[in-house]
């Protein structure tokens, strides 16, 4: 076992707050004495353009994985969400620990919800996949883009720049700021993306004795409906500029996934975004995959191709 391990993290409050419960986790488990190598991100510093234009959110992990190549640091925390789905030669995904809420959350200083919103209201976020879904369930709304970390976004809320804002709820819970939350949307009324909720533990692939050591980390029900969540997303090419939505769950061997993609096209012309669900019994990771790559195709069956083509 490695006597003292250094996890490379970025250094936004939530992200620590990530790597800080890792390291937690793993003193208590393995007894390993462990450091944070607080990073910056090209995904932290570009906060003028969205992630689609960008580069994606990949941004967010490449300092970090140019750490575990360098030997700088043996592990890397990450949120889920944020891990593009295909990764570079040489790394893995060695745990993926139980997952906090994957619900959106409704933030405001004055409404309790997006129903009570009055028309033509602002709001604001980050994500074109939330775009999408807000714009179906309330097209009067001005859907405006909000980059930042957490404490950011709510700034510019309490400043006065939307009327409110839709985050992670998971986020806000972890830091404690859950009483910010007025509403949360139910999962098929808004549906996450994939591995929402969820945190990562990234290694170098050639590291066979921490990846051991990590698989007793693994939180099996998040684990294999992140896994099909992944595999939708692989299975359409998933990238930040693709208003694509997963989410599974795996309760008593069955899982249930709901998924959907959208048309990011400002101009009021686009069409309602494509939904499919699916249920079957699984009982490893190679079904939860099948599952999650069948869904992919109960959307291309229903035209996911023309969708696609609009937004590349």
């Not at 009055?118 to 709001?123: E, I, K, M, T």
């Not at 709510?154 to 404690?176: H, M, N, P, S, T």
Request: aromatic residues 4%; hydrophobic residues 45%.
């Amino acid at each position: 076992m490695n006597e003292s391990l250094i996890i490379a993290t970025r250094e936004s409050r939530l992200a620590l707050w990530q790597a800080e419960h890792v390291r937690a986790l793993l003193q208590q488990r393995l007894g390993a004495t462990v450091t944070l190598l607080g990073m910056t991100t090209r995904g932290d510093q570009i906060l003028d353009r969205t992630l689609s234009k960008v580069g994606g959110k990949g941004l967010f992990v490449k300092e970090l994985e140019t750490a575990l190549e360098e030997g700088r640091a043996h592990l890397a925390v990450h949120s889920l969400k944020d891990v593009p789905m295909v990764l570079p030669e040489g790394f893995a995904l060695a745990a993926i620990l139980e997952r906090e809420d994957p619900r959106d959350a409704f933030i405001s200083n004055r409404f309790d919800n997006l129903d009570a919103l009055p028309q033509g209201a602002r709001v604001g976020t980050s994500s074109l996949r939330r775009v999408v879904q807000l714009r179906a369930l309330r097209p009067d709304l001005r859907i405006e883009p909000l980059r930042g970390n957490l404490d950011t976004r709510l700034r510019k809320l309490d400043e006065g720049q939307f009327d409110a804002i839709v985050l992670a709820a998971a986020g806000l819970k972890r830091l404690e700021l859950a009483h910010r939350i007025r509403s949360v949307f139910d999962e098929k009324q808004m549906i996450p993306a994939a591995g929402q909720g969820a945190l990562g533990i990234e290694v170098r692939s050639d590291n066979a004795a921490l990846i051991q050591q990590l698989a007793g980390f693994i939180d099996r029900p998040t684990w294999l409906a992140t896994i099909a969540e992944r595999a939708v997303s692989r299975a359409l090419g998933g990238s930040c500029s693709m208003p694509l939505a997963a989410h599974a769950t795996w309760t008593g061997g069955e899982m249930h996934i709901d998924v959907l993609i959208g048309e990011d096209v400002a101009d009021g012309t686009a069409r309602a975004p494509l939904r499919a669900q699916l249920q079957s019994p699984v009982a490893d990771a190679a079904q939860a995959e099948a599952l999650g790559a069948q869904a992919a195709q109960a959307l291309q069956q229903q035209g996911a191709a023309d969708y696609l083509k609009a937004t590349h």
